[in-house]
C-alpha cells in the first residue's frame, strides 16, 4: 500500500506498513533517564521527556486543604516525580525496539516500581518528516 496525499490538507497518509506510532514510558526512577535516552539514540530514535506525576502519588501528597496543598506541591522533591518519555517510531518492529531498548536499562518494565510502556498508532501527523530527513531546523 503506497502513502496516500489527503486532498482536505495536502497532508500524506502513511501506509500501514509504514504507519507511525507514538510510544509513551512512564519511568519510575529519573535517574535511569539518561541511559534510557542513550540507548534510544543508538538505535536511531528520538525522544521528547517532560516530568509527570501519578494520580495516586499526587492525591496521597496533597491534602483536600488549598494553602497546604500548594505549600506541599512547592516543596515537593524531584523524586517524587515520574518521567514521561515519547518516541515518534514508524512501525511496529520499531515500537517493540524501543521499548527493548528501555527495558534494557530500567529492567523489565513487569517489575513493581520499573515503569510502564505503550504504544498506540497515530492517525495525524505533520511536521514529523522534516525531523525523520534530518532537518532538525524549525
Known amino acids: 500500500m503506497s502513502d496516500e496525499t489527503s486532498p482536505a490538507a495536502g497532508k500524506v497518509v502513511p501506509s500501514q506498513a509504514k504507519r507511525p506510532y507514538v510510544v509513551v514510558a512512564i519511568l519510575d526512577r529519573e535517574e535511569k533517564l539518561d541511559a534510557v535516552l542513550k540507548a534510544l539514540a543508538r538505535r536511531g530514535h528520538g525522544a521528547t521527556v517532560f ?27 524531584s523524586k517524587d516525580l515520574n ?10 518492529n520499531a515500537v517493540w525496539e524501543v521499548i527493548g531498548a528501555i527495558e534494557g536499562e ?29 532537518d532538525l531546523t524549525p
Open 106 to 134: 530500567v529492567g523489565d518494565l513487569d517489575n513493581p516500581h520499573a515503569g510502564i510502556a505503550f504504544a498506540f498508532p497515530i492517525t495525524h501527523l505533520t511536521g514529523y518528516m522534516k525531523y525523520q530527513a534530518g
Open 51 to 77: 516530568n509527570s506525576i501519578g494520580m495516586g502519588r499526587h492525591r496521597s501528597q496533597s491534602p483536600d486543604i488549598p494553602l497546604i496543598a500548594s505549600i506541599s506541591k512547592f516543596l515537593q522533591s
Open 83 to 92: 518521567v514521561t518519555v515519547l518516541s515518534v517510531v514508524d512501525g511496529e
